[in-house]
């Protein structure tokens, strides 16, 4: 897609991508929260506020890793209630009161210095051909937050010098809050509360079109037959649901392994404790250590800003993982190569190729595992055991971002290097699991996702991976029956059924 065709389209689809974003805000607010406390952690107004810098440097390692990972396990309880939440009183309401409970914890944590935690929810009502850009925004929005912060504490010396940005990070939550009241409801969350004429107005006004449009009320089929004899199931019943079959334990199981891959790519190491890392490679003092660290939240804005353009729509998910992966290992590997053999805490050449891995690792992981397994473990979950299924693979990537976060400290102390060529392994068993575990998801609608999994999904995944053979249409699979045999418009020509595609959702 070129740039004068992104432009049509974010005009075309102004309503999908205006809803994308206000949702997305709440992962701004976020990423401030998670770019700020690493270079808060190296400020010395607030380790002589906490006592920290009278601790022994293992105990410093120590109680930075619960500052940090206090956050993680407040967000697992978040996720749970979250899930609850949604399911009963919709994703709306349950974003807007997250944001709340944001705000009033942001205003807390600049009183006392507390932590806060919050979970956001996609609306999954996107176009199918925009849908994994419009989820990516998360990310992207996230990234935003982590660079903003590191410019909110080049302050004089002072306890204002981090209670500020704290302050600060009430901003992106009250406006969260009002950008989501003008947004509709989940329309496959008003299907299953037997709304129908409110989820055809949403579908309508996220692709700009009539609610008697033909794709509209195609869409709006799909999504009641696809709840048939399952509206209104309890949490506790989806959870039972996840095993039923073969093929929706797998779809259950997918996202759950793309959130524990992406944590274990070791991102949350570099993201909180990035000046640490820095001043191992001999950038030292709070200047140059956050400077180094705000261009490292600039690289990944722009990074999975070009990815959400021009990538994830065209190369598709499975290959944007597979690449981001191969690429996070090496440069972690290399990261780790250098602490080996160069322990010392000067500059050498070799060490600003060190820093330029680390900036090649940030655009790695947007390109790939940042924003993507959002987006694939959005598109896999089954319809009628979504929320089950969601929620358990966010409070795996909450729990394993607490461990991570926890022992990243302790690990950079006590076996240095080891941590990045642990990180760096595991970069490349995520590059294998993806090339033969994981079909592509890219183009098509949420209701025909099933079919990818009808048959053998390592022969389905290779046939989907970089140099496979084009893998079986989803129409050959259900029989034929796509979008336009079933209204009747078989013979109206490829235009119109490459039309009403692109408005399904």
Request: aromatic share 12%; with cysteine; proline share 4%.
């Given at each position: 897609?070129?740039?004068?065709?992104?432009?049509?389209?974010?005009?075309?689809?102004?309503?999908?991508?205006?809803?994308?974003?206000?949702?997305?805000?709440?992962?701004?607010?976020?990423?401030?929260?998670?770019?700020?406390?690493?270079?808060?952690?190296?400020?010395?107004?607030?380790?002589?506020?906490?006592?920290?810098?009278?601790?022994?440097?293992?105990?410093?390692?120590?109680?930075?890793?619960?500052i940090v990972s206090v956050m993680q396990a407040g967000c697992i309880f978040g996720v749970l209630m979250t899930s609850w939440a949604s399911s009963?009183?919709?994703?709306?309401?349950?974003?807007?009161?997250?944001?709340?409970?944001?705000?009033?914890?942001?205003?807390?944590?600049?009183?006392?210095?507390?932590?806060?935690?919050?979970?956001?929810?996609?609306?999954?009502?996107?176009?199918?051909?925009?849908?994994?850009?419009?989820?990516?925004?998360?990310?992207?929005?996230?990234?935003?937050?982590?660079?903003?912060?590191?410019?909110?504490?080049?302050?004089?010396?002072?306890?204002?010098?981090?209670?500020?940005?704290?302050?600060?990070?009430?901003?992106?939550?009250?406006?969260?809050?009002?950008?989501?009241?003008?947004?509709?409801?989940?329309?496959?969350?008003?299907?299953?509360?037997?709304?129908?004429?409110?989820?055809?107005?949403?579908?309508?006004?996220?692709?700009?079109?009539?609610?008697?449009?033909?794709?509209?009320?195609?869409?709006?089929?799909?999504?009641?037959?696809?709840?048939?004899?399952?509206?209104?199931?309890?949490?506790?019943?989806?959870?039972?649901?996840?095993?039923?079959?073969?093929?929706?334990?797998?779809?259950?199981?997918?996202?759950?392994?793309?959130?524990?891959?992406?944590?274990?790519?070791?991102?949350?190491?570099?993201?909180?404790?990035?000046?640490?890392?820095?001043?191992?490679?001999?950038?030292?003092?709070?200047?140059?250590?956050?400077?180094?660290?705000?261009?490292?939240?600039?690289?990944?804005?722009?990074?999975?800003?070009?990815?959400?353009?021009?990538?994830?729509?065209?190369?598709?998910?499975?290959?944007?993982?597979?690449?981001?992966?191969?690429?996070?290992?090496?440069?972690?590997?290399?990261?780790?190569?250098?602490?080996?053999?160069?322990?010392?805490?000067?500059?050498?050449?070799?060490?600003?190729?060190?820093?330029?891995?680390?900036?090649?690792?940030?655009?790695?992981?947007?390109?790939?595992?940042?924003?993507?397994?959002?987006?694939?473990?959005?598109?896999?979950?089954?319809?009628?055991?979504?929320?089950?299924?969601?929620?358990?693979?966010?409070?795996?990537?909450?729990?394993?971002?607490?461990?991570?976060?926890?022992?990243?400290?302790?690990?950079?102390?006590?076996?240095?290097?080891?941590?990045?060529?642990?990180?760096?392994?595991?970069?490349?068993?995520?590059?294998?699991?993806?090339?033969?575990?994981?079909?592509?998801?890219?183009?098509?609608?949420?209701?025909?996702?099933?079919?990818?999994?009808?048959?053998?999904?390592?022969?389905?995944?290779?046939?989907?991976?970089?140099?496979?053979?084009?893998?079986?249409?989803?129409?050959?699979?259900?029989?034929?029956?796509?979008?336009?045999?079933?209204?009747?418009?078989?013979?109206?020509?490829?235009?119109?059924?490459?039309?009403?595609?692109?408005?399904?959702?």
């Amino acid at each position: 897609m070129g740039f004068k065709d992104a432009l049509a389209d974010i005009s075309r689809y102004r309503n999908a991508y205006t809803l994308a974003l206000s949702a997305s805000m709440g992962s701004i607010f976020f990423g401030w929260d998670t770019g700020l406390m690493g270079g808060i952690l190296t400020l010395k107004s607030f380790q002589h506020y906490f006592g920290i810098d009278q601790l022994s440097t293992s105990a410093q390692a120590n109680f930075n890793g619960n500052i940090v990972s206090v956050m993680q396990a407040g967000c697992i309880f978040g996720v749970l209630m979250t899930s609850w939440a949604s399911s009963r009183f919709g994703r709306k309401r349950s974003l807007m009161a997250s944001g709340a409970i944001y705000t009033i914890g942001s205003l807390i944590q600049s009183v006392a210095g507390l932590g806060s935690s919050q979970a956001v929810a996609l609306p999954k009502c996107m176009p199918r051909h925009i849908r994994g850009r419009c989820t990516g925004l998360v990310q992207f929005s996230d990234n935003i937050g982590m660079m903003l912060s590191s410019a909110s504490i080049n302050i004089s010396y002072s306890d204002m010098q981090w209670r500020m940005p704290l302050i600060v990070q009430l901003v992106p939550g009250v406006l969260f809050i009002l950008l989501m009241i003008p947004q509709p409801e989940s329309p496959r969350w008003l299907v299953e509360q037997e709304r129908y004429d409110e989820a055809a107005r949403t579908l309508a006004y996220v692709v700009r079109t009539s609610v008697n449009d033909k794709a509209v009320l195609i869409t709006l089929d799909e999504i009641k037959a696809d709840f048939i004899g399952k509206q209104r199931t309890s949490l506790v019943t989806q959870f039972r649901m996840m095993g039923e079959s073969r093929q929706v334990a797998l779809r259950c199981l997918i996202p759950s392994i793309l959130t524990f891959l992406q944590q274990w790519t070791g991102t949350n190491a570099i993201n909180y404790f990035s000046p640490q890392i820095f001043a191992a490679l001999g950038i030292t003092g709070t200047t140059s250590g956050l400077f180094a660290t705000g261009i490292y939240g600039l690289v990944k804005v722009f990074a999975v800003g070009f990815t959400l353009a021009f990538a994830v729509e065209s190369w598709g998910r499975k290959f944007c993982l597979f690449v981001g992966a191969v690429g996070q290992g090496l440069t972690m590997l290399w990261i780790g190569g250098f602490g080996a053999i160069h322990p010392q805490n000067t500059i050498v050449p070799a060490s600003y190729v060190s820093i330029v891995a680390i900036y090649l690792y940030a655009v790695f992981y947007c390109i790939g595992w940042g924003p993507l397994p959002w987006v694939v473990a959005s598109e896999i979950a089954p319809n009628h055991v979504r929320a089950a299924t969601l929620t358990v693979a966010v409070s795996i990537n909450w729990l394993f971002s607490f461990t991570i976060s926890r022992l990243t400290p302790v690990m950079l102390e006590k076996i240095t290097y080891g941590t990045f060529l642990l990180f760096g392994m595991c970069c490349l068993i995520a590059a294998a699991w993806t090339y033969f575990f994981l079909p592509e998801t890219k183009g098509y609608a949420l209701e025909d996702i099933k079919y990818l999994f009808e048959k053998d999904v390592i022969v389905r995944s290779l046939e989907d991976a970089p140099g496979g053979r084009r893998a079986t249409p989803v129409e050959d699979i259900r029989g034929g029956g796509d979008i336009q045999d079933s209204s009747d418009s078989s013979h109206k020509g490829d235009e119109e059924c490459i039309e009403m595609s692109n408005f399904k959702i």
